[in-house]
């Protein structure tokens, strides 16, 4: 199985800073990579697809990067309704595997 | 707007079995997608457990492929989880949804609410 590992597992940031989550592949996946924001008591919403693809209707503040084993994710100007717990995964075969999650607190 | 719905008992016994169905609606479970079955430990990370497609193709997580089955209903519109021989580690919150996020598959852009499952005698 290809192993998804996040960084770092949490962080506090004060409201418009700006919040960067990386995400490594244990092996190559191009750019088969998908990221999820997750609140409390709620299901994922993607929020990007194909590494760099921001979903319909999602604010142009979330933004991601990456391709081959290394991949980030950037909140520009983080509000206070982005308070979650963001996921990776992969689809470069199967099964899907998740990062870990990385948990964003506000300071 | 898609919507997907998971169902099923909230309290299973040590070595039973797991069911949970996901009723779709909103969309067609014949159409071109993948249906996906996630699960959620309590306090813990996300993780996949199989999928399936309209034609009955499934493919599970090999951690779990042993315990596991899903199934689909196309005259119901809505597909099946069972897990069985389960124990205290099977406790999670269980979350359906649809991979169609992508043209090249592999992202759930819809998703059920999620049902909890505890595993207890």
């Known amino acids: 199985d290809i192993q998804m590992t996040q960084s770092p597992s949490s962080l506090s940031a004060s409201v418009g800073d700006r919040v960067t989550i990386t995400c490594q592949a244990s092996?190559?996946?191009?750019?088969?990579l998908n990221w999820y924001q997750q609140k409390p008591g709620k299901a994922p919403k993607l929020l990007i697809y194909d590494a760099s693809n921001l979903v319909a209707g999602v604010p142009s503040r979330f933004s991601a990067s990456g391709s081959g084993t290394d991949f980030t994710f950037t909140i520009n100007s983080l509000q206070p309704e982005d308070i979650a717990t963001y996921y990776c995964?992969?689809?470069?075969?199967?099964?899907?595997?998740f990062g870990q999650g990385t948990k964003v607190e506000i300071k | 707007q898609v919507q997907l719905q998971e169902s099923g008992p909230g309290l299973v016994k040590p070595s039973g079995t797991l069911s949970l169905t996901c009723a779709v609606s909103g969309a067609s479970i014949s159409s071109n997608n993948w249906w996906t079955w996630v699960r959620q430990p309590p306090g813990k990370g996300l993780e996949w457990i199989g999928e399936i497609y309209h034609s009955g193709s499934p493919n599970y997580s090999p951690s779990l492929k042993s315990r596991v089955t899903i199934s689909v209903d196309k005259s119901k519109n809505e597909f099946s989880l069972k897990l069985n021989s389960v124990t205290v580690a099977d406790t999670a919150v269980y979350y359906c949804a649809r991979d169609g996020g992508s043209d090249r598959g592999g992202a759930f852009d819809f998703w059920g609410q999620g049902t909890m499952v505890i595993v207890s005698s």
């Open positions: 995964q992969h689809y470069d075969g199967l099964p899907r595997t």
């Open positions: 092996q190559y996946i191009n750019d088969y």
